[in-house]
């Protein structure tokens, strides 16, 4: 098993799994509805956090410890912020690798 990721790191565990919390509950908000709009309330605040990350130049440190805190412990050196927050929050029964991706990619091109 590998270690931790680096410890530089500002933000604290509590804050970061809230987040993460914050962004499943607008998930499931878009999935207990009809409205076809609805995904952007989801894909909005995935994208705010991760420019919030940015723009303090930790967001890969960010999404690397997101996903440590949700058990995916590989050797990801440099993970896509967008992609891994949305791989980590999103449910993966319901959102496949390929939606997950085309997600990840159109918020990448903003």
Known sequence: MLDRPA??????????????QRLEGQYEIYQSTRDRDAIYGYLTAVFELVAVWAQEGTAVDYARWALWLRGHRSAVVSPEPLAAVIF?????KRADYRTRSKWSRVLGSL
């Open 88 to 92: 980590c929050t999103a449910d993966r």
């Open 7 to 20: 410890a530089n790191i500002d933000l604290s565990i509590e804050a970061l799994k809230a987040n993460l």
